[in-house]
């Protein structure tokens, strides 16, 4: 799928990144990130345009989180299994998603797209929880400037070396990945304990 993702990259530019970030942020089988450090270096060598290829990933991204957004507030609860069950998310993926959206809510939307697994079930879960789509699209589409921008910024600098530099990361991103689920929950509930009401009873 990468080597015909990228292909359509070279071939159609803008249209074919749009196209298939949308797919993508939905939930497609599709190298997000890989396209967007490839377009980057695209920049860089002069083949795409800055700001047509910025706003095409702004775009699609952002198409195809609002698509997870209604089939959320269309089917509700039960969007998130059928999602799990489409996508191969294991259950306890959909577990931590609720939690994490529970504890920091509206910033799941905005940071999500840098956890894979997670910035295809954000929007689900938010709209299945009937957040307000003002809301909604202030924070996700902020990420979605956000994401593009930071993968196209690092494709641009990498330039031709991207192939080699960029499965050097993935190859660690687990690990990476990991870490920042740690963090991410232990604010979680950090905040939420701050929350809560203190102890009246307590003497």
Do not use: C, N
Not at 46 to 74: D, K, N, Q, W, Y
Not at 97 to 105: D, M, T
Not at 144 to 168: E, H, V
Not at 172 to 182: C, D, E, N, R, T
Request: net charge positive.
């Amino acid at each position: 799928m990468t080597q015909t993702a990228l292909a359509w990259l070279s071939q159609y530019g803008g249209v074919a990144l749009f196209l298939l970030l949308f797919a993508g942020i939905f939930g497609l089988p599709v190298p997000d990130e890989t396209l967007l450090v490839a377009s980057g270096a695209l920049i860089a060598k002069g083949t795409l345009e800055p700001l047509p290829t910025l706003l095409a990933a702004m775009l699609g991204s952002s198409a195809g989180i609002t698509l997870s957004f209604i089939v959320g507030r269309a089917i509700g609860p039960p969007a998130l299994r059928m999602a799990g069950r489409l996508f191969h998310v294991p259950e306890t993926a959909l577990i931590r998603v609720r939690r994490w959206f529970a504890h920091l809510g509206k910033w799941t939307l905005t940071f999500g797209y840098f956890v894979p697994g997670v910035r295809h079930l954000t929007a689900i879960v938010a709209g299945a929880s009937a957040l307000g789509y003002a809301t909604f699209a202030a924070f996700a589409y902020a990420g979605a400037a956000l994401w593009s921008a930071t993968f196209l910024a690092i494709g641009y600098g990498i330039g031709d070396r991207w192939p080699l530099i960029f499965a050097a990361v993935r190859r660690h991103a687990a690990v990476a990945v990991a870490i920042l689920l740690v963090v991410l929950t232990a604010t979680g509930v950090a905040w939420w304990r701050s929350r809560r009401p203190h102890d009246s009873t307590a003497s």
